[in-house]
C-alpha cells in the first residue's frame, strides 16, 4: 500500500489531522486502529436497552476555543449542556467545584459572596514552596476541605497520596469566589447531538479517507510505503519499551440499567470518601434521552488495563523525558495526544494541538 500519509489511531487526535489531510490538502490519508470502532474514548454507542452511554466514561465537552468548538460543529449539531456535579461528603450531596454554595452547604453556613475569600483564607495553610497537589489543596481551602473532598478521591482515583502528584492533578479543579455551580465556566459547552461517534463518523467521509480497524499498525506498516506518520499512541510501545513501561492509570467501567427513569439528582456524583468507585455517572441526564429505563456507571480506578491517564509524577515525567528525546531525532513521525505525548488532554485542547500540528508540520 502507498500512502503520503498514515495516521495512526482514530481518536478524536487521529480523525482532526485526517480529516484535514482529505479535504484540505486533497490527499489520502491511512488511519490505522487498533481498536474495533472509530472515536478512541469519546466513543459512544446505544447499549441493549436502547440507552446512548459513553463506553469509556463521561465526555462534556467545553471550550474557549472558538475556533475549535466551530470546527467540531461542521460535524454535529450541539445541544446546550451545562455540566453540574455533586458530592457526596458526610452524608450529604454538596455542588463541585468549590463555590460559594458547596462551603455553605459543607459547614451549614450562610456566607456571602464577599465573605467567602476571608473564609477560605482563614483555613488555608501556608506554604512554603507548591511542590505537590497536596500542596496545593492545602494552600488553598486547608486542612479539613483537603481532608473532606481531596484527599481520599485523589488516593482513589491515582493510588497515591496527593504528596506525591504533581501539582498539575488538584490544579485542574476550579474553585470559585461565587454562586456559579456549573462544574466547567468555558463560553462553548454542549454535547453532540447524536452522540460522539457520529461526530466522528461525519469527520471521515471523504473517500480518500480509509479506516482500517482491528488492527494492530506493527502488524502492517512493514508493507505500506509513506511519507509522514502522525502517531497518537502509547510512545513507549512505539519504541519497544527501550526505556521502560510508562505507568498509566486505568478505569474498571461498571455499567447499571434500572426499570425507574431517574437514579441521582445530577448527571455526576462524586463519591470522595465513602465506596471503591468514584463517581456515578447517569447519562441520561447529560444525553437529554427520553426512556423508561436509566443507565449508570460506576468508575473504579485500577493500575492494569487501557491506559487512560499518563502518571504525574516526577519520576514517570523523567522517564517520558528519555522517549522525548527518541522523538526529536523522528523525521517520518509526528506525536500527537494524550498518550504520545504522555500528558493529559481535554477534548478541545487535542483538537487545537491536531489542529496545529497540521497547519505548522504538514500544511506548513
Request: hydrophobic share 30%.
Amino acid at each position: 500500500m502507498n500512502y503520503r500519509y498514515v495516521v495512526v489511531g482514530a481518536g478524536l487526535a487521529g480523525l482532526t489531522v485526517a480529516e484535514r489531510i482529505a479535504n484540505v490538502l486533497g490527499e489520502k490519508v491511512l488511519v490505522i486502529e487498533k481498536r474495533s470502532h472509530i472515536g478512541g474514548n469519546v466513543y459512544d454507542s446505544h447499549n441493549e436497552d436502547g440507552i446512548l452511554i459513553h463506553n469509556y466514561g463521561p465526555h462534556i465537552f467545553h471550550t474557549n476555543d472558538r475556533e475549535v468548538y466551530r470546527y467540531l460543529g461542521q460535524f454535529t449539531p450541539w445541544n446546550d449542556f451545562w455540566h453540574r456535579v455533586l458530592t457526596y461528603v458526610d452524608g450529604n450531596l454538596i455542588p463541585m467545584p468549590i463555590t460559594v454554595e458547596t462551603i455553605n452547604a459543607l459547614y451549614n453556613l450562610n456566607l456571602s459572596c464577599d465573605q467567602i475569600e476571608d473564609f477560605l483564607k482563614q483555613q488555608a495553610v501556608p506554604v512554603e514552596a507548591i511542590k505537590t497537589s497536596k500542596d496545593v489543596a492545602l494552600s488553598k481551602v486547608g486542612e479539613d476541605i483537603y481532608r473532606k473532598i481531596f484527599e481520599t478521591y485523589t488516593k482513589k482515583q491515582w493510588g497515591l497520596d496527593p504528596a506525591e502528584l504533581d501539582t498539575s492533578v488538584i490544579s485542574r479543579i476550579p474553585i470559585r469566589l461565587n454562586r456559579d455551580t456549573r462544574y466547567f465556566n468555558d463560553k462553548y459547552q454542549g454535547m453532540p447531538k447524536y452522540g460522539y461517534t457520529k461526530m466522528c463518523e461525519n469527520m471521515i467521509t471523504n473517500k480518500n479517507i480509509k479506516v482500517l480497524l482491528n488492527t494492530d499498525y506493527k502488524e502492517v506498516i512493514s508493507d505500506i510505503t509513506y511519507e509522514k506518520m502522525i502517531y497518537t499512541g502509547p510512545t513507549d510501545y512505539f519504541y519497544d519499551y527501550k526505556h521502560g513501561q510508562l505507568a498509566y492509570r486505568s478505569i474498571d467501567f461498571v455499567f447499571e440499567t434500572y426499570d425507574h427513569e431517574e437514579y441521582q439528582s445530577a448527571p455526576v456524583v462524586n463519591y470522595p470518601n465513602d465506596y471503591d468507585y468514584t463517581r456515578i455517572t447517569e447519562f441520561k441526564k447529560m444525553t437529554a434521552q427520553e426512556h423508561k429505563k436509566t443507565t449508570i456507571l460506576k468508575e473504579y480506578p485500577c493500575s492494569d488495563g487501557e491506559p487512560y491517564y499518563p502518571f504525574p509524577t516526577k519520576e514517570y515525567k523523567a522517564q517520558f523525558s528519555l522517549y522525548e528525546s527518541e522523538m526529536e531525532k523522528e523525521d517520518k513521525v509526528l506525536f500527537l495526544g494524550r498518550l504520545a505525548e504522555y500528558r493529559y488532554y481535554n477534548m478541545d485542547a487535542v483538537v487545537r494541538r491536531a489542529l496545529d500540528i497540521f497547519k505548522g508540520g504538514l500544511n506548513g
